[in-house]
């Protein structure tokens, strides 16, 4: 594959300098809603979902006027709309991806996951294969990270939508990871597939609001950020059955006082995070670095931070984090998405109402 995108008009690249690389980061387009999530198809085209509701197409380095047809109405209040994006692993012969987005019914919206084919630039044979249940009425936390796993099962986060109880909830979705097949039926093997009062599509419950979602390369392991309070982002790996503690543990505080959330920070059958934030850094998106153009960081999981508007580098020895590096100062505003393109350069959405796509290049 090949991408061909240059430097938009008039901005030019920002150097930096990292504990382990020099690098550059060029603006490649502007111009973008409050834009969620990347794609990169085989033949060089890029798909970008802007939250408002509309999937755009960068062609020849050019953001195309006309949005992707097809997509399906989404409910873009408060964090709700158009979100994650995933291709299926084998795209390339059956043109099949799928979207995250919030959907609104008469008892109020919720998660749901739409998949189609991508048939020149019309999404068509949509179907929905799964909808979080209950609905409810807030606009917060819809989670909504995407991955496929080798054998084309799909996992999603979803956020809690700001009910706390939810999350220790079996019976309610929201709060969770699930692991799901294409036709949006529950694997056999998912850990709660044979308990009565349970959602069989749960994977892992306790979550708070998960919006990055990666697969370690090397180890095949899957890791997870979901945002905390008022601090307590948390780094996990996503494992079979586990309770991740939310509202119960935390290592944040309430919004509106000092006051610890929940019992504490530690409580037997709940998982402690590998790694955790204070203060808050809003993490979303997030990628393991597995190209060849930045040797130094072979192997570096990368995370943007919404707040502080960084990309967060940390370097991980088999399930613990050993170093973090904070970097960009903010220069570009709130970091929403991070991918690594098949030339091995890493890619950042910017999530504005003049969004903007970015590129990571070496310096040598």
């Given at each position: 594959?090949?991408?061909?995108?240059?430097?938009?008009?008039?901005?030019?690249?920002?150097?930096?300098?990292?504990?382990?690389?020099?690098?550059?980061?060029?603006?490649?387009?502007?111009?973008?809603?409050?834009?969620?999530?990347?794609?990169?198809?085989?033949?060089?085209?890029?798909?970008?979902?802007?939250?408002?509701?509309?999937?755009?197409?960068?062609?020849?380095?050019?953001?195309?006027?006309?949005?992707?047809?097809?997509?399906?109405?989404?409910?873009?209040?408060?964090?709700?709309?158009?979100?994650?994006?995933?291709?299926?692993?084998?795209?390339?012969?059956?043109?099949?991806?799928?979207?995250?987005?919030s959907r609104h019914e008469s008892a109020g919206s919720g998660t749901a996951i739409i998949c189609g084919e991508l048939v020149g630039d019309?999404?068509?044979?949509?179907?929905?294969?799964?909808?979080?249940?209950?609905?409810?009425?807030?606009?917060?936390?819809?989670?909504?990270?995407?991955?496929?796993?080798?054998?084309?099962?799909?996992?999603?986060?979803?956020?809690?939508?700001?009910?706390?109880?939810?999350?220790?909830?079996?019976?309610?979705?929201?709060?969770?990871?699930?692991?799901?097949?294409?036709?949006?039926?529950?694997?056999?093997?998912?850990?709660?597939?044979?308990?009565?009062?349970?959602?069989?599509?749960?994977?892992?419950?306790?979550?708070?609001?998960?919006?990055?979602?990666?697969?370690?390369?090397?180890?095949?392991?899957?890791?997870?950020?979901?945002?905390?309070?008022?601090?307590?982002?948390?780094?996990?790996?996503?494992?079979?059955?586990?309770?991740?503690?939310?509202?119960?543990?935390?290592?944040?505080?309430?919004?509106?006082?000092?006051?610890?959330?929940?019992?504490?920070?530690?409580?037997?059958?709940?998982?402690?995070?590998?790694?955790?934030?204070?203060?808050?850094?809003?993490?979303?998106?997030?990628?393991?670095?597995?190209?060849?153009?930045?040797?130094?960081?072979?192997?570096?999981?990368?995370?943007?931070?919404?707040?502080?508007?960084?990309?967060?580098?940390?370097?991980?020895?088999?399930?613990?984090?050993?170093?973090?590096?904070?970097?960009?100062?903010?220069?570009?505003?709130?970091?929403?998405?991070?991918?690594?393109?098949?030339?091995?350069?890493?890619?950042?959405?910017?999530?504005?109402?003049?969004?903007?796509?970015?590129?990571?290049?070496?310096?040598?």
């Open positions: 594959m090949i991408i061909a995108l240059t430097c938009v008009s008039g901005h030019g690249a920002s150097f930096y300098e990292s504990e382990t690389a020099r690098f550059r980061v060029v603006p490649l387009i502007s111009g973008l809603v409050h834009p969620w999530s990347l794609a990169f198809l085989p033949d060089g085209d890029l798909l970008i979902t802007e939250r408002p509701g509309r999937l755009r197409v960068v062609r020849f380095g050019h953001l195309l006027e006309a949005p992707i047809a097809g997509v399906p109405v989404v409910a873009a209040v408060g964090q709700g709309g158009l979100l994650d994006l995933v291709l299926h692993p084998d795209f390339a012969t059956n043109r099949l991806l799928c979207l995250s987005y019309r999404l068509i044979n949509s179907r929905v294969i799964f909808a979080a249940e209950p609905k409810s009425r807030g606009g917060k936390h819809f989670g909504s990270r995407l991955v496929f796993d080798v054998n084309g099962n799909l996992y999603a986060t979803l956020g809690d939508r700001g009910i706390r109880a939810q999350a220790q909830d079996l019976s309610r979705h929201p709060g969770s990871v699930i692991r799901i097949d294409l036709s949006g039926a529950a694997l056999a093997d998912n850990p709660f597939v044979h308990q009565d009062d349970a959602q069989p599509e749960i994977f892992t419950y306790g979550n708070r609001n998960p919006q990055g979602l990666a697969w370690q390369p090397k180890t095949g392991v899957l890791w997870m950020h979901e945002h905390g309070p008022r601090g307590g982002d948390e780094l996990n790996q996503v494992i079979a059955g586990t309770n991740y503690g939310w509202p119960v543990i935390s290592y944040g505080k309430e919004y509106w006082s000092q006051k610890a959330v929940g019992e504490g920070t530690h409580k037997i059958g709940m998982a402690q995070p590998v790694h955790h934030w204070i203060p808050s850094i809003a993490p979303s998106g997030m990628a393991f670095y597995s190209g060849n153009r930045f040797p130094q960081w072979q192997g570096n999981l990368f995370i943007g931070s919404l707040k502080f508007g960084e990309l967060v580098r940390l370097e991980i020895d088999a399930s613990r984090v050993v170093h973090e590096e904070r970097l960009l100062n903010g220069d570009f505003g709130r970091i929403r998405d991070v991918r690594l393109g098949p030339d091995g350069l890493l890619y950042l959405l910017t999530d504005s109402r003049n969004g903007h796509l970015l590129r990571l290049e070496p310096v040598e």
